[in-house]
């Protein structure tokens, strides 16, 4: 596979949704690009020394959102990388503007019912911990959209292969470069 045609000169980010598949389509992209992965995620656990819905919890939301925020403005600065976000990451409006002004972002977005499924395979969401986990995404969906919105790049993942998905990511990289 060949690399782009134009010279990434900072971090491809995406953002989204939890269970869009930030992760996979990330580390496929990463692979793709011929650049490294990192997940905030896991960097969080690793600073912490707990899972990151663990740290969630513990420490609530509003510590959370601050302490991602200045991992991810870490994250960010050196080598050009493909980096995932936490779900809630890019809907603080500071994470947001910095992550506008110095990466790529992508938007990942997929209907619910695909992101309940996917999320349901895990227990690890402290957000969708309880009977109504579709309607929490539904309303997560609706108040975030307009936030997410904002990313330079917006793609839809549903069921499809991944592959397609970064494929398609690919080609929105070329054009938003092409525009410079």
Do not use: C
């Not at 782009?4 to 949704?17: E, I, N, Y």
């Not at 819905?53 to 870490?74: K, Q, S, T």
């Not at 969906?141 to 592959?163: C, D, L, P």
Request: proline share 3%.
């Amino acid at each position: 596979m060949e690399k782009l045609l134009l010279p990434l000169d900072r971090p491809v980010v995406l953002v989204g949704l939890m269970g869009v598949g930030k992760s996979t389509i990330g580390r496929r992209l990463a692979k793709r690009l011929g650049l490294d992965f990192i997940d905030s995620d896991e960097a969080i656990e690793d600073a912490a020394g707990a899972p990151a819905g663990e740290v969630f919890e513990r420490y609530g939301e509003a510590n959370f959102r601050d302490g991602e925020r200045r991992l991810v403005a870490r994250l960010i600065e050196g080598a050009v990388r493909v980096i995932a976000t936490g779900g809630g990451a890019f809907v603080d409006s500071q994470t947001r503007r910095l992550l506008n002004e110095r990466a790529i972002t992508v938007w990942l977005n997929a209907p619910v019912d695909v992101l309940a499924e996917r999320t349901a395979r895990r227990d690890t969401r402290p957000l969708l911990k309880g009977p109504n986990a579709k309607q929490v995404l539904e309303r997560l969906a609706s108040e975030r959209a307009g936030a997410y919105a904002e990313a330079h790049i917006h793609v839809t993942s549903s069921q499809g292969a991944h592959n397609e998905v970064v494929e398609t990511i690919v080609t929105e990289l070329e054009r938003h470069l092409a525009r410079g």
